[in-house]
């Protein structure tokens, strides 16, 4: 494995540790219902969040990586990004023809910092400039505003509309539809 370890000016993105201060970190996120409100899972417990870190270590390791699930420190948080505990999880998922779904989720106190769009446009960067990808996807909840215009500032195109793409709790959600190429990126909007 070549661990992923990405830089910018507040954050740093990194591969997951399992380790008790990083499954509770993991909870905070996928354990909270308001975080979870626009993922396509109800809030999971901590043992799930175990679980899942072991699973993303185990595609860290695969031989022809296609998933990147990694964790999203601060960097003000410790000198050595290794030993910050998790505000956040980036993740990246090849598919076919130079292609990737990317998505973010962050832990309720690091709301409204800008760091999605920051994680974001490391994501982008990693995907453009070293995976050499041509096309990038995100979808969004039509209810998620703050993440529509995250991915608008970073430059990814509308391209519709995807009609009860989610079922959750009983109730079908819409989701748009966002992409980004390769050569419409120019990097991250400066702050």
């Known amino acids: 494995m070549i661990p992923v370890r990405l830089t910018g000016p507040r954050l ?12 509770e970190a993991l ?14 899972f109800e809030p999971r417990d901590r043992e799930t969040c175990a679980d899942q870190i072991e699973l993303y270590l185990e595609e860290a390791m695969a031989e022809s990586r296609d998933t990147y699930r990694l964790a999203v420190v601060r960097r003000e948080d410790a000198e050595d990004p290794a030993e910050a505990v998790p505000v ?9 023809y130079r292609s990737a779904r990317l998505g973010y989720v962050l832990s309720r106190p690091v709301w409204g910092l800008g760091y999605a769009g920051e994680i974001a446009g490391l994501l982008c960067g990693f995907s453009f400039d070293v995976l050499g990808l041509h096309r990038l996807a995100a979808r969004v909840d039509v209810d998620n505003a703050a993440s529509a215009k995250v991915l608008t500032r970073l ?6 509309q995807v009609r009860h793409d989610l079922y959750k709790g009983g109730v079908w959600s819409d989701s748009y539809q966002y992409s980004l190429l390769a050569d419409e990126w120019s990097g991250p909007p400066a702050r």
């Open 88 to 96: 956040a999880h980036a993740s990246l998922t090849l598919g076919t």
């Open 155 to 160: 430059g990814f195109q509308l391209e519709g």
């Open 12 to 23: 740093a993105i990194r591969e997951y540790h399992h380790t008790p201060e990083e499954v």
């Open 27 to 40: 909870h905070a996120l996928f354990g909270d219902p308001e975080v979870t409100r626009y993922l396509p």
